[in-house]
């Protein structure tokens, strides 16, 4: 993967900015650091870091190509799956290519066909054309949002950036926040609303949208959602179907010049994913996979089954590695550690985040590039095949809002009470769930349960999917390490949304129909392993570590956080039991231990991105 940035203004001559522009991607260096580059003319300057997994001595960019008298340039952040199939297709064509990246088939696609292109694209992409005649940039984000793409437009300027650091990095942007973002930060955080950038003026292009940005101004289109269809298939054929389409995406998403590993957890999802590289690579003799794992020390010693992690993964991990013969590489991390690493993973997301969770990704990531570039992971599963509790109870089904934040009256509490009265957080969180409730295209013919569940499906895939998608992206790529998603192939997505939810929890099991589709691909009792999340640590050393650093943050009077929140509330919970609590207040992982971790980052992030308020 790699990073990608530029602005373009019509009112000033770029060409004496390069300084800014260079500034502006070096801010991305750890999204690509084995290559750099720009291009600028009087209106429009581009950058990109690269960093090199298919033809690494081609392929840089910004990538220039000639079509009769016009000049189209192009920065690419992004895998495209199929690029075989539309090379043989251009060279049908008339194209001639010099590299075999698929970056030479982006942009030769676009040539061809213009933003039509994107039909015919399979992968995970971000990227922004240059079109020197028509005087225009056309930009583009993947259908699922895997790779980002932030913007800020004003008049006559727009500037763009695989992270929001590549934006702040440019002279006319300043970091403010107002009322919604404060709102994304303390009720719907650390999700965020699709489009939403948090900071003032700042946007993210949402998943199946694309822009054109020209004198005229600019014009966001989307060009893919999820669609509502009849589904006809019965229980095995649909299986069947789900099967054939996870190994064809797998398989396609193994294609790389540098090696691929696979993160294993011994769950259901990476067991299947690995399994299936395991079964490629034996086919067609690449050798033997290395699979990773991430552990806490001390944890197998503190950790007690609950409701929202039911068992450990340590045993499943060994079971699959012995089963598989994989090469595996056992990550440990102490508390120290973890509780350290809380800051770089601010300055990954340029926001606070998921706390430890996003923490402990950075540290397994960092390992990870050691010994590989390109790793497969497990998610979305969970999302499109509905293994989360929330799907499976009913407070949750009944609860009309976001099933994994019902803790918004408790969070909203914690604020300051002007802040709350500004920001309004219940009133917000309402809204923002309401919207989404209003995008869900219904089907014809559903009963009540039918439809609340093609809901929750929806909301899970629009809302709480691009979390755990930016997470990844976040903390892998700062470290420059490319993760794929094989779960988040839209053919797959838009086939598993329409599965009636009695064929989904077939043979009565959350995520039922995958189970079926993966029998004799998994042995029987990984088939049938109870769902247990992302490891988190249960060391209570980690609870005082977070503990006693928000404790410091609250007694330091020059704190930019003490004004947002409600500093005796925040003491109170800080020192009293509840915050060994094991129910959480977002997803399934960020109960008590977590709280204190995000409030350490939105000082942090406060502090260091000296964040204005207005």
Partial sequence: MCGITGWIDWSHDLTQESATLEKMTDTLTARGPDASGTWITASCALGHRRLSVIDPENGLQPMIRQAGDNTFVLVYNGELYNALELKKELVSRGHTFTTTCDTEVLLAAYVEWGPEA????????????????????????????????????????????????????????????????????????????????????????????????????????????????????????????????????????????????????????SSALTTLAVNYYNSTGQGIVDTFSVDYVDNDKHFKAHAFQPNADAPWIKRMTEHLGTRHHNIYFDTPELAGALDEAVFARDLPGMADVDASLYLFCREIKQNATVAISGEAADEIFGGYPWFHREESLQARTFPWALASGMRADLLA?????????????????????????????????????????????????????????????????????????????????????????????????LRQALKGVLPDDVLTRKKSPYPKTHNPNYLEAVRSRLLEVLADSSSPLLQLINVKKIREIAESDAATSNIPWFGQLMSGPQLFAYLTQVDTWLRTYKVSIR
């Avoid at 793409?149 to 695989?162: A, N, V």
């Avoid at 966001?220 to 959602?225: A, G, I, S």
């Avoid at 649909?238 to 769950?267: F, H």
């Fill in 118 to 269: 994107l039909e015919r694209f399979n992968g995970i992409f971000a990227f922004a054309v240059w079109d020197s005649n028509e005087q225009k940039l056309f930009a583009a984000r993947d259908r699922l949002g895997v790779k980002p793409f932030f913007y800020s437009r004003t008049e006559g300027l727009f500037i763009f950036g695989s992270e929001p650091k590549a934006i702040l990095a440019h002279p006319s942007f300043k970091p403010e926040v107002g009322a919604e973002g404060l709102a994304e930060i303390f009720i719907i955080g650390p999700a965020r609303t699709p489009g939403q950038g948090v900071y003032r003026e700042l946007t993210e292009l949402r998943a199946g949208q694309c822009l054109t940005v020209d004198r005229s101004g600019v014009r966001v289109q989307t060009y893919w959602k999820l669609e509502s269809q009849p589904h006809e298939d019965d229980v095995q054929t649909t299986a069947s179907k789900v099967g054939e389409l996870l190994r064809d995406t797998v398989e396609r998403q193994l294609i790389s010049d540098v090696p691929v590993c696979t993160l294993l957890s011994g769950g259901l999802d």
């Fill in 417 to 513: 009470p002007d802040i709350a009265d500004w920001i309004k957080p219940l009133d917000y969180i309402e809204a923002r769930y309401a919207e989404a409730i209003g995008e869900v295209p219904t089907l014809a013919g559903e009963d009540a349960a039918q439809q609340r569940m093609r809901e929750m499906s929806y909301l899970n895939i629009t809302r709480f999917m691009p979390t755990l998608l930016d997470r990844k992206d976040r903390m892998s790529m700062a470290v420059g390490l490319e993760v794929r998603v094989p779960f988040c192939d839209h053919r797959l997505v838009q086939y598993v949304f329409n599965i009636p939810w009695e064929i989904k929890t077939a043979g009565d099991r959350e995520k039922g129909i």
